[in-house]
C-alpha cells in the first residue's frame, strides 16, 4: 500500500510474508517521509532477507527506525536493519533502542521532512506506542501498532498488558477524531474515533460476559480462567485459545480491581 496525501505526508506500508493466526495477514512495516528521499521506518519487522530489502527499496535514506513495541514479529529484525541502513533505532524500552535514547510519551520528532508525536497508548503491552502524523491529510493519521488492529481484536498480553491501561488509550486514541489509522496488523481503518468506540463497545461487553460467569459460578471470586473459557469463549477455534487465556487473565486481574 502507498497513500500520498500533500507533499509532506508519504505513508508506504510493505507487508512481511510472516502470516498466521497471531500476524494475520503479516506484519505491516512502515515507510514514512515526505517526497524527500528520506525516511523514517517504523516496524520493520521480522529478520526476513526480502522482506528488508523490499524496505530498503521503498525507503530511500533511512533517518530514524521506531519500534511500536516489543513482540518479535515487529522487533527481530532490528540489529539486521540497523546494520543494513546505519540508521539510529528508538522504542519506549531501552533494550530496543541503537544508537539512540527511548522515546517519550508526547515528544514530537521531525525526520524525514514530516513531523511525528509519540503516544503511549499500553494495554496489549505495556510498552506499546502508537505514531500521530499530524500533516497526513484532512485529519491527520495515527500508527497504531497492535493497540489497534485492522480487521480483529487484539490480545492483552497478561501481566505485561492492562485492561485499565488498555480503555486509557482507547481514549487517547478517540481523542485523535477522524484520523486514519494504519495498524500493525490488518488494513487501514477510517476514523480512530469510530474504531475506538466499537473497540470499546467490544471490550465492555466481554468484561459483562466474565462478571456475569464470576457472579454466577460456585467459586465466586475464585472463578478460573478455564472456567471463563469454557463459557465466554466456547466457540473460540483451537489455534486462539493460547491468546485468549491471556486476555481472560488480564479481565479478571480487571475486575478483581
Known amino acids: 500500500m502507498t497513500t500520498l496525501d500533500g507533499p509532506k505526508s508519504l505513508v508506504q506500508c510493505i507487508l512481511a510474508p510472516n502470516p498466521n493466526h497471531m500476524t ?46 516489543e513482540h518479535i514479529d515487529h522487533t527481530e529484525s532490528i540489529d539486521s536493519f540497523v546494520q543494513l541502513t546505519g540508521a539510529p533505532a528508538r522504542a519506549l524500552r531501552a533494550e530496543y533502542c541503537r544508537n539512540g535514547a527511548p522515546v517519550i510519551d508526547g515528544e514530537v520528532i521531525e525526520a524525514a521532512g514530516t513531523t511525528l508525536r509519540i503516544l503511549a497508548t499500553p494495554g496489549h503491552t505495556s510498552d506499546s506506542i502508537s505514531i500521530v502524523l499530524p500533516e497526513f491529510g484532512e485529519h491527520g493519521a495515527v500508527l497504531t501498532g497492535d493497540t489497534i ?33 494504519f495498524p500493525g496488523h490488518g488494513p487501514e481503518i477510517a476514523s480512530a474515533a469510530d474504531e475506538a468506540r466499537k473497540l470499546r463497545a467490544h471490550r465492555k461487553k466481554r468484561l459483562a460476559q466474565v462478571e456475569q460467569v464470576v457472579a454466577e459460578h ?11 473459557l469454557a463459557i465466554v469463549y466456547a466457540d473460540a477455534p483451537q489455534r486462539v485459545l493460547g491468546a485468549a487465556r491471556l486476555s481472560i487473565e488480564a479481565q479478571l486481574q480487571y475486575l478483581r480491581g
Open 218 to 228: 460456585p467459586n465466586g471470586d475464585a472463578t478460573s480462567v478455564e472456567d471463563v
Open 24 to 69: 494475520l495477514q503479516g506484519t505491516n512495516s512502515y515507510v514514512l517521509g515526505a517526497n524527500s528521499g528520506r525516511s523514517v521506518v517504523v516496524d520493520p519487522g521480522p529478520d526476513m532477507a526480502e522482506h528488508l530489502d523490499a524496505i530498503v527499496a521503498a525507503a530511500g535514506e533511512v533517518e530514524l527506525v521506531i519500534f511500536t513495541h
Open 149 to 181: 488492529l485492522g480487521g480483529s481484536t487484539t490480545v492483552i498480553v497478561h501481566p505485561d498488558g492492562s485492561i485499565a491501561d488498555y480503555l486509557e488509550s482507547l481514549d487517547k486514541i478517540e481523542a485523535l477524531g477522524d484520523a486514519r489509522i
